[in-house]
């Protein structure tokens, strides 16, 4: 397009088609790099001018952890089971992005952010990675989803040197009543390391007043410490060569102001599909 033409929705969208042809179809472009910095300078003057971005979340998250309209500067919608060839899809993820090009009805991205506290991402990576895979798996499951990314509330470094809670005075003497308080009297939360890790025998039973002496203090060793770092490592090795992206982020805080930087670069990265070209 010749200097000083107004940038429209039009004009750019032809610039846009244009720069992707030359860059797709052989013997068209004289310099790729050229048409690439070209064709990602105008997507990003095309999103700012033309998109629009919300978020959808399922509704279940506790009221001091969601994120709100006011902390990511995105609208936030409760999020709706899609029907597809008559198939209900369950859920997945806490935050489902949506677009809206040149005000036309929203689209789904594709993109799904799964949100993790730092004590929520150690419990699930540690203790509860088989579940989360299943979990992850209804992302391929779903057709209308093509990527997730998992979005950890802390750096790598303050989750490999995240380590469980294990309090002298067992949690359920103090917030599991109910559990106490059953015909059976079975304890069914348990929070040293080596139960949740499978490593310990099954719960005993307990007086509904008196502490459990199932979960006792533990002091792990340093060498225990770096095999959990480990593993630790090896998940997020595992994740990523599944194709599943995660960023670390220095607080809740920094997080939330991202999201909308992440809706406009998947945007970028995934244009010929969500403006059909």
């Given at each position: 397009?010749?200097?000083?033409?107004?940038?429209?929705?039009?004009?750019?969208?032809?610039?846009?088609?244009?720069?992707?042809?030359?860059?797709?179809?052989?013997?068209?472009?004289?310099?790729?790099?050229?048409?690439?910095?070209?064709?990602?300078?105008?997507?990003?003057?095309?999103?700012?001018?033309?998109?629009r971005a919300r978020l959808r979340?399922?509704?279940?998250?506790?009221?001091?952890?969601?994120?709100?309209?006011?902390?990511?500067?995105?609208?936030?919608?409760?999020?709706?089971?899609?029907?597809?060839?008559k198939k209900h899809y369950a859920?997945?993820?806490?935050?489902?992005?949506?677009?809206?090009?040149?005000?036309?009805?929203?689209?789904?991205?594709?993109?799904?952010?799964?949100?993790?506290?730092?004590?929520?991402?150690?419990?699930?990576?540690?203790?509860?990675?088989?579940?989360?895979?299943?979990?992850l798996s209804r992302v391929e499951?779903?057709?209308?989803?093509?990527?997730?990314?998992?979005?950890?509330?802390?750096?790598?470094?303050?989750?490999?040197?995240?380590?469980?809670?294990?309090?002298?005075?067992?949690?359920?003497?103090?917030?599991?009543?109910?559990?106490?308080?059953?015909?059976?009297?079975?304890?069914?939360?348990?929070?040293?390391?080596?139960?949740?890790?499978?490593?310990?025998?099954?719960?005993?039973?307990?007086?509904?007043?008196?502490?459990?002496?199932?979960?006792?203090?533990?002091?792990?060793?340093?060498?225990?410490?770096?095999?959990?770092?480990?593993?630790?490592?090896?998940?997020?090795?595992?994740?990523?060569?599944?194709?599943?992206?995660?960023?670390?982020?220095?607080?809740?805080?920094?997080?939330?102001?991202?999201?909308?930087?992440?809706?406009?670069?998947?945007?970028?990265?995934?244009?010929?599909?969500?403006?059909?070209?």
């Amino acid at each position: 397009m010749p200097p000083g033409i107004p940038l429209t929705y039009q004009n750019m969208i032809e610039d846009i088609s244009c720069a992707h042809c030359k860059i797709v179809l052989p013997g068209l472009s004289d310099d790729k790099k050229s048409d690439k910095r070209f064709l990602k300078s105008r997507l990003g003057k095309f999103y700012d001018r033309c998109v629009r971005a919300r978020l959808r979340a399922p509704g279940n998250e506790k009221k001091d952890q969601i994120w709100t309209m006011e902390e990511t500067g995105l609208e936030i919608l409760p999020m709706e089971l899609k029907k597809t060839h008559k198939k209900h899809y369950a859920q997945v993820g806490d935050y489902l992005i949506e677009y809206s090009i040149n005000g036309e009805p929203w689209i789904n991205s594709g993109l799904v952010l799964e949100r993790k506290k730092l004590e929520d991402a150690f419990n699930t990576f540690i203790f509860n990675y088989d579940r989360f895979l299943n979990e992850l798996s209804r992302v391929e499951d779903n057709p209308e989803l093509f990527r997730l990314k998992i979005i950890i509330e802390g750096t790598l470094k303050d989750l490999l040197n995240c380590t469980p809670m294990v309090p002298a005075i067992c949690k359920c003497c103090d917030f599991c009543q109910p559990y106490h308080n059953n015909a059976k009297k079975i304890h069914n939360y348990n929070c040293t390391f080596d139960v949740l890790a499978g490593k310990a025998e099954k719960p005993k039973l307990v007086m509904p007043t008196g502490t459990c002496d199932f979960c006792v203090p533990h002091k792990k060793t340093e060498k225990e410490l770096e095999d959990i770092r480990n593993r630790l490592r090896a998940i997020i090795e595992d994740f990523e060569a599944m194709g599943y992206s995660i960023s670390f982020y220095n607080s809740r805080e920094l997080a939330q102001s991202m999201v909308k930087d992440i809706a406009k670069r998947h945007f970028v990265a995934n244009y010929a599909r969500l403006l059909d070209i």
